[in-house]
């Protein structure tokens, strides 16, 4: 059965302007289903999700307590991760807030973390001509 939400879409085409054509993906029901397979390819399960023990993102890529290949845990925007998906994670890194709120949306939080852990773990790629 297809998921009505699943690509290909056109809403996706249009917004990722041709982009999707070169990523590779797959569907599953639920994150637990993905996790054990993922470990096995050696990936370090990074959750991002402020908890009591969690550490600042840029706090764990300075001391160098991430690698890669590096798979990055985003939970429900008003639930966060279930206990099951923390509890599979390697460790769990958040972004420090400013202000009276204490997270973000999830596409936000996505891209700053993404891009953080981008910054901090993969070579630079040399400026286009």
Known sequence: ?????????????????????????????GVLEV?????AQGAMLVGLERTEASTPLAEALAGGALRRPLCLLMGNEVAGLSPEALDACDTVCHLPMRGLKTSLNVAVAFGVGAYRVAEALLPERPAPP
């Open 1 to 29: 059965m297809r998921h009505h939400r699943l690509p290909p879409r056109k809403e996706i085409a249009k917004t990722s302007l041709g982009s999707e054509a070169h990523l590779a993906w797959s569907y599953a029901a």
């Open 35 to 39: 996790l054990p397979g993922l470990r």
